[in-house]
Nanobody
């Protein structure tokens, strides 16, 4: 069974940090581009970051550039999202997703999705 499982979410104060993990089972992440998305209440799911399968190129939404870092550890079949200098606007459910194609900020190219992990930034 192909599965993605996110972890690492939680409640953090503004300015704090969290590291999200996306672990795959049933398939190898090496051949997939992995994206992180988030969805705030009442809003559409938006692309946050992506890492390619070919050369490890990374992409970030303008709203998180300089604060978030995506990385992958193929030996552990896991992708990470390091989130620093968190803001209340970063609050939402964070999802990781895998696509056999190129990185995209859009939902439709992604074939596999995790169940999401809640991130709440609040004082």
């Amino acid at each position: 069974q192909l599965q993605l499982v996110e972890s690492g979410g939680g409640l953090v104060q503004p300015g704090g940090s969290l590291r999200l993990s996306c672990a795959a089972s049933g398939f190898t992440l090496d051949y997939y581009a992995i994206g992180w998305f988030r969805q705030a209440p009442g809003k559409e799911r938006e692309g946050v970051s992506c890492i390619s399968s070919s050369d490890g190129s990374t992409y970030y939404a303008d709203s998180v550039k300089g604060r978030f870092t995506i990385s992958r550890d193929n030996a552990k079949n896991t992708v990470y999202l390091q989130m620093n200098s968190l803001k209340p606007d970063d609050t939402g459910v964070y999802y990781c997703a895998a696509t056999y194609h190129y990185c995209s900020a859009y939902v439709s190219p992604y074939d596999y999705w995790g169940q999401g992990t809640q991130v709440t930034v609040s004082s």
